[in-house]
């Protein structure tokens, strides 16, 4: 995403300099047997665009909500991605896409929860209001 905005204002700078343009579509291949998965449509400008608008304005959203209603919201996706059978599937995948063993992308999963869990166990801390003594310093 920086990088095309970047390479768009390396352009006006460097005019005859040559930057790379992604194809069409992405091929996705198990690493581990050279299987075709899928192909992917490959966002061009436009697309990553409308994408970025598209979060600003679901961050915006977000933002507004209390902190318990998303911590809530959380806390169920955490819950949702912490079933036995959603590890065992996301694993699975992770290891078609990356090669590694299935127990090494499990552990990734797992990994992820704990971080979850970390973020919630200390956001309401964090987000407290702090005000700090003015000592008249710069």
Same mark, same amino acid.
Request: aromatic letters at 8%; glycine letters at 4%; charged letters at 25%.
């Given at each position: 995403?920086? /990088?095309?905005?970047?390479? %768009?204002?390396?352009?006006?700078?460097? &005019?005859? *300099?040559?930057?790379?343009?992604?194809?069409? =579509?992405?091929? *996705?291949?198990? &690493?581990?047997?050279?299987? *075709?998965?899928? =192909?992917?449509?490959?966002?061009?400008?436009?697309? !990553?665009?409308?994408? /970025?608008? $598209?979060?600003?304005?679901? #961050?915006?959203?977000? =933002?507004?909500? &209390?902190?318990? #209603?998303?911590?809530?919201?959380? $806390?169920?996706?955490?819950?949702?991605?912490?079933?036995?059978? @959603?590890?065992?599937?996301?694993?699975? !995948?992770?290891? /078609?896409?990356?090669?590694?063993? !299935?127990? #090494?992308?499990?552990?990734?999963?797992?990994?992820?929860?704990?971080?979850?869990?970390?973020?919630?166990?200390?956001?309401?801390? !964090?987000?407290? @209001?702090?005000?700090? &003594?003015? %000592?008249?310093? *710069?």
């Amino acid at each position: 995403f920086f /990088s095309m905005f970047a390479c %768009r204002r390396l352009t006006r700078l460097a &005019p005859n *300099v040559r930057f790379y343009s992604p194809p069409a =579509s992405i091929t *996705v291949l198990n &690493p581990s047997t050279g299987y *075709v998965m899928t =192909s992917l449509f490959a966002d061009g400008e436009s697309s !990553v665009v409308t994408k /970025s608008d $598209q979060a600003r304005a679901a #961050q915006s959203s977000w =933002s507004k909500l &209390p902190l318990q #209603q998303r911590k809530k919201a959380i $806390q169920n996706y955490r819950d949702s991605l912490a079933k036995k059978e @959603t590890i065992n599937e996301l694993a699975s !995948v992770l290891s /078609s896409e990356t090669g590694k063993p !299935v127990s #090494q992308a499990s552990g990734e999963i797992k990994a992820t929860l704990e971080r979850i869990d970390f973020f919630l166990n200390n956001i309401d801390e !964090v987000m407290k @209001t702090k005000e700090f &003594p003015d %000592r008249g310093g *710069v």
